[in-house]
């Protein structure tokens, strides 16, 4: 069992739709990362929280220390939010270093 | 957010030479650079830890000779795949993290192909 689980793996949604990616840990964390991968590979961190919520745009993480649970939502989705979703835990047991998910394949067709 | 330029972008080698790539922190000081390494469809692999000014920490498993990671500066580290094979092909990319934050940035990556 990875130490960081993503569902779903792969997500079609039409334009418009809401859509939630969640993520678990079984790690001890200090903080968790949501990060977005486009196809030419480049990282861009969206959010990186340890409780409660963060928004910014049409994006919104929420993570929830005591579940060890973390969701990323995306409102009101555009064919340009395609990309690849990782959740990443920065680990104490690591050393804090980010363990990741295997990733959300999100397509947003038009 | 901060930025973290990784160069190249793109690289085609000779098997037998070697590759330098570059990871620059453009507006903080990384004290902290990380290289990874992702196959196709896979998530990232972390290689190696780099603190400035000290030796890397190399992941179990990672060949410290063949990857030469050098972080002689807080706004740069590099990474040398020596003696390329084509096994070595893939994308690479680096992270950097200032300390005292625990947020890290991504470089853009490269993408290794040897032929």
């Known amino acids: 069992k990875n130490e960081v689980e993503q569902s779903p793996q792969n997500l079609t949604a039409q334009e418009g739709e809401f859509i939630t990616i969640n993520c678990s840990y079984s790690?001890?964390?200090?903080?968790l990362h949501w990060l977005q991968q486009h196809p030419g590979g480049g990282i861009v961190s969206l959010f990186m929280?340890?409780?409660g919520k963060k928004k910014h745009g049409r994006l919104i993480a929420t993570i929830n220390i005591q579940e060890k649970h973390s969701s990323l939502h995306i409102t009101a989705s555009h064919p340009r939010d395609s990309a690849v979703y990782i959740c990443?835990?920065?680990?104490?047991?690591?050393?804090?270093?980010?363990?990741f998910g295997a990733g959300t394949i999100l397509r947003v067709k038009s | 957010g901060a930025v973290v330029s990784q160069h190249p972008s793109r690289v085609i080698c000779k098997s037998g030479t070697s590759v330098k790539i570059e990871c620059r922190s453009l507006?903080?000081?990384?004290?902290?650079m990380f290289w990874y390494r992702q196959f196709p469809k896979k998530s990232l692999m972390l290689m190696a830890t780099?603190?400035?000014?000290?030796?890397?920490?190399?992941e179990q498993g990672v060949e410290k000779d063949k990857f030469l990671i050098n972080h002689a500066s807080l706004t740069l580290s590099t990474l040398t795949v020596t003696s390329a094979h084509p096994e070595d092909s893939s994308f690479y990319i680096c992270?950097?993290?200032?300390?005292?934050?625990?947020?890290?940035?991504f470089g853009q990556g490269t993408r290794l192909t040897v032929v």
């Open positions: 780099s603190n400035e000014g000290s030796k890397a920490t190399y």
């Open positions: 929280l340890s409780s």
């Open positions: 507006d903080f000081q990384a004290t902290t």
């Open positions: 990443a835990a920065l680990s104490m047991e690591y050393g804090n270093k980010l363990v």
């Open positions: 992270s950097a993290r200032n300390q005292g934050y625990t947020e890290a940035f």
């Open positions: 790690v001890g964390i200090s903080a």
